[in-house]
């Protein structure tokens, strides 16, 4: 599998994640979204993935866009470990969790649309991230056991971390978030969520490496 990733991109994080818990190792092609005008809108790339963006997998013969799509191919290529439960109701309420934040947060704050926002780029993403946020914490309250759903890691929780590094990343109070924080801190214990870190991928600067 040849992956096209950022390595500050949350949507290129929850696959890197899921690759990480399912044992699936990859080539890593990095795409820089600042470098250049942004990598993604080369030729080169534009014919990798029509919307420009990453992350794409190419895999089994086939390239695959959309984070949550390549997610669901290796959930049915390769069940173990599982990420979406066997119950009706949990599997609904994984889906609905990752929905909230790959829908209903983070394309609002993500790059293209910051671009958008000029001066008030900060101000814009605070405010997306908190009201979702708002919401994310009553369902989590829920929902959680020692993760989103119940105490087996799922689609949720490789949502749930990157998106939380984006919060930090534009400085917004997680004080209010106590349901939030402790599932996040418990997962970047997991080793699969410390590979997958932003601050540890082939085209981390230097700077921001661990």
Known sequence: PILYSYFRSSCSWRVRIA????????????VNLLKDGGQQFSAEF????????VPALKIDGITLSQSLAIIHYLEDTCPNPR????????????????????????????????KQMGEKKMEWAQNCITSGFQALERILQDTAGRYCVGDEVSMADLCLVPQVFNAERFKVDLGPYPTITRINKALLELEAFKVSHPSRQPDTPAELRA
């Open 83 to 114: 990420l979406l439960p066997q119950d009706p109701k949990k599997r609904a309420q994984v889906r609905m969790i990752a929905d909230h934040i790959v829908s209903g947060i983070q394309p609002l704050q993500n790059l293209g649309v910051l």
């Open 46 to 53: 534009k014919a990798v993935n029509p919307m420009q963006q």
């Open 19 to 30: 690759l990480a818990l399912k044992g699936i190792s990859y080539d890593l092609v990095p």
